[in-house]
């Protein structure tokens, strides 16, 4: 990956820069699991350290250090980089867990926590004061610019391959995911797990993933469950087609009977078969791409 950042201004409408230069109300990630939904202990996966370095990074950005988890295969490097986009609850256990899952997988797994200037997630229990306060006022292109440092960053100072870049994301994450394969030529490959597809635009989040499938630089894996009952099939089928439409290389899995949040163990939606087949199909996906 160049030194030089991708043009923000490549997606019209997103650069907003100056970003409003605010402090970090976290300036480190929370313990335990998310505490705005169930969480289903029994269910819940726990990868263990052995043969991987793993623990809370600081990354520098312009205007301060974002705090995120990495993990990585012990070893000399590099490693092919992954960056991990968290759900609307912050990096929490879960989300440091599937870093985890990507390091065993002999991955360089970043999860900058993209939220940390907005609000403390780790003491946060109302979804929906977590969307209105948070998720809703943080800008695209700082969304953007933060998984640029980050990707920066794991070359730089976690043996990671810059030539070797993927990402995955899951929900809000998922639709981040979109928005950074149409936005980073660096990437090889994304993997976007029930991203929402569409949803309200405002001045700091003027595109939804939809408006962008034109743009992609990277092929995108979609896995979506039938039974998501705020993404429709349709919507999923439409993005493919027109994908295809442009050019672009995009694939979707559609699960039969299957809800919103399918990969999140530790949450009742949690599907083990399905989540199974899509880990590993996204680790296909990465390997005939190009990241692994």
């Not at 993990?71 to 980089?81: K, N, T």
């Not at 990671?160 to 870049?165: E, F, S, Y």
């Not at 429709?232 to 290389?249: C, N, S």
């Amino acid at each position: 990956m160049s030194a030089t950042k991708p043009d923000l201004e490549g997606l019209d409408g997103l650069a907003r820069e100056p970003f409003s230069r605010r402090g970090f109300v976290m300036t480190g990630l929370m313990t335990g699991f998310t505490l705005a939904t169930t969480v289903v202990q029994g269910q819940t996966i726990t990868t263990d350290s052995a043969g991987i370095e793993a623990g809370e990074v600081q990354i520098p950005t312009a205007d301060g250090m974002m705090p995120g988890y990495r993990a990585m295969p012990s070893g000399a490097g590099p490693f092919p980089i992954v960056l991990v986009i968290e759900e609307i609850f912050g990096v929490h256990e879960y989300i440091k867990d599937i870093c985890r899952r990507l390091a065993k997988a002999g991955y360089c797994a970043v999860a900058p926590e993209l939220y940390a200037r907005l609000g403390d997630l780790s003491k946060m229990t109302d979804v929906q004061v977590i969307i209105r306060d948070v998720i809703s006022k943080a800008p695209d292109a700082q969304m953007l610019s933060d998984l640029d440092d980050a990707a920066k960053w794991a070359a730089a100072s976690s043996k990671g391959d810059a030539a070797k870049l993927g990402v995955t994301g899951f929900c809000r994450g998922g639709r981040n995911t979109w928005l950074y394969a149409a936005h980073n030529p660096a990437v090889k490959a994304a993997v976007a797990w029930y991203g929402p597809l569409g949803g309200n635009r405002s001045d700091i989040q003027p595109k939804t993933a939809a408006d962008l499938v034109g743009e992609l630089k990277a092929p995108v894996l979609g896995l979506y469950g039938a039974a998501d009952t705020g993404i429709p099939v349709a919507d999923v089928e439409k993005q493919r087609d027109a994908a295809k439409a442009a050019g672009k290389t995009v694939e979707v899995m559609i699960y039969p009977d299957t809800p919103h949040g399918f990969h999140a163990d530790y949450r009742p939606s949690y599907r083990k078969q399905q989540a199974e087949d899509g880990w590993a199909r996204m680790l296909a996906w990465f390997k005939s791409h190009g990241v692994a």
